[in-house]
């Protein structure tokens, strides 16, 4: 079975700064897919980057990226110029063969200005 | 991108009683559906896996008795929570997996709005 892992429950960064959530999962496939969400208080989840295990170049959305490391197995989200609308719990998430997204366990972001 | 609607956003029912959530995928067909069971401040948790026309495949230590699930058609799942306890009350999202584009697991999954539940 996979697993997730989020080490940093929660997380704090100023406004206009960067910030880097950390993400490690474990799983024998080869061929996969890694998701960051985002789940602002409304609690409707966002897609807010994916990531294709056979691609090497880290995905990118705007102010999004990824530090993908296969061998290490890790997938770590960055976000640059924090703004206050990026508050919210971020999670990590993994889907392989079996088609079930499997989440970690969640890092809370806040903003501060 | 693709909208998935489910009702209500929020529910209050007394113990004993049952209730019924609604998953729809109002843009597109999804085949497969999932639902999930999130806690205060906790994660996302695997119930089960919405098969249209077919049985559901729940996650293990989920109660197929208690929450029934039915994928009559491409685009309407429902979740009923049948003699509903306290200890049901959680927040339950769902989401649906578009069948447009190339291959299978990696076909993105869009999410409902949630349904808070609250049994007295």
């Known amino acids: 079975a996979q697993t997730v892992t989020q080490s940093q429950p929660e997380m704090s960064v100023q406004e206009a700064e960067t910030v880097t959530l950390s993400c490690t999962y474990d799983t024998s496939e080869s061929n996969y897919y890694l998701f960051w969400y985002k789940q602002p208080p409304s609690r409707q989840m966002i897609l807010v980057i994916r990531?294709?295990?056979?691609?090497?170049q880290n995905a990118t959305e705007n102010r999004f990226s990824v530090n993908f490391q296969k061998a290490a197995k890790s997938f770590s989200l960055k976000i640059s110029d924090s703004q206050l609308g990026d508050t919210a719990m971020y999670f990590c998430?993994?889907?392989?063969?079996?088609?079930?997204?499997?989440f970690g366990t969640g890092t809370r972001l806040q903003v501060t200005l | 991108g693709a909208v998935v609607s489910q009702h209500p956003s929020r529910v209050i029912c007394k113990s004993g009683t049952s209730v019924k959530i609604e998953c729809r995928s109002l843009d597109f067909q999804a085949t497969t559906m999932f639902w999930y069971r999130q806690f205060p401040k906790q994660s996302l948790m695997l119930m089960a896996t919405?098969?249209?026309?077919?049985?559901?495949?729940?996650e293990q230590g989920v109660e197929k008795d208690k929450f029934l699930i039915n994928h009559a058609s491409l685009t309407l799942s429902t979740l009923t929570v049948t003699s509903a306890h306290p200890e049901d009350s959680s927040f339950y999202i769902c989401s649906a997996r578009d069948l447009r584009g190339v291959g299978d697991f990696q076909r993105e999954l869009f999410f409902g709005s949630g349904t808070q539940l609250s049994v007295l």
């Open positions: 919405s098969n249209e026309g077919s049985k559901a495949t729940y």
């Open positions: 990531q294709e295990a056979y691609k090497q």
């Open positions: 998430a993994f889907i392989g063969t079996a088609s079930k997204l499997t």
